[in-house]
């Protein structure tokens, strides 16, 4: 039997956990987001998890799933059932995500803003958001606003836009100067 060791870690956002296994989950860089059970076609696992009525999001990356429960439902309650789904599934063999090749963004006219914005991105802010059990993702940078989707347990977060405007915005603009705000759009 292929064994797989699942542990939980809580992160800022109160209605999510992270369900963090001894293996990738998909391949570096791939980041799913599932707001909804309509979004999961590529995905059989977030799909199944869905089924669950107390699910509200799924979150896939790397070696982890984020789920998001609805607000009615405790963590105590659920997140065994949901930890040995999760093993289930993995040890049983089946997919996580169908990977289909992926378009690249097309970077604005200010492509090297856009490339100093990601590469700040990538190095400063990506670590600490995925220990916490989400992403953030470069969208657009636009007369000096720069768009970013917040994913995972970031999405919904109590203090997603702190963070967002305290912390990255902060950040971005002491790097870039031509940033003047930060915004995230909605996924």
């Known amino acids: 039997m292929n064994n797989v060791n699942i542990y939980l870690e809580a992160n800022p956002n109160p209605n999510s956990l992270k369900f963090v296994t001894d293996r990738m989950l998909v391949d570096e860089g791939v980041v799913k987001d599932y707001p909804d059970a309509e979004s999961t076609k590529d995905s059989p696992i977030a799909k199944k998890l869905f089924s669950f009525d107390y699910v509200d999001r799924v979150f896939i990356m790397s070696n982890f799933i984020t789920i998001t429960k609805k607000n009615q439902v405790h963590w105590d309650n659920i997140k065994l059932e949901l930890r040995n789904f999760i093993k289930k599934h993995i040890e049983d063999g ?59 347990a970031c999405s919904g977060c109590p203090s997603s836009m702190i963070t967002l ?23």
Do not use: H, M, W
């Open 94 to 152: 089946n997919k996580i995500v169908e990977i289909k090749p992926q378009e690249k963004k097309k970077l604005s006219s200010n492509k090297e803003i856009d490339k100093k914005i990601i590469n700040i991105l990538d190095e400063y802010i990506k670590p600490a958001v995925e220990q916490d059990g989400g992403a953030i993702q470069f969208e657009s940078f636009k007369k000096g606003t720069v768009k970013v989707s917040l994913q995972g």
């Open 165 to 187: 405007k305290s912390g990255i915005e902060k950040l971005l603009k002491r790097f870039v100067p031509e940033v003047k705000e930060v915004v995230a759009e909605e996924v």
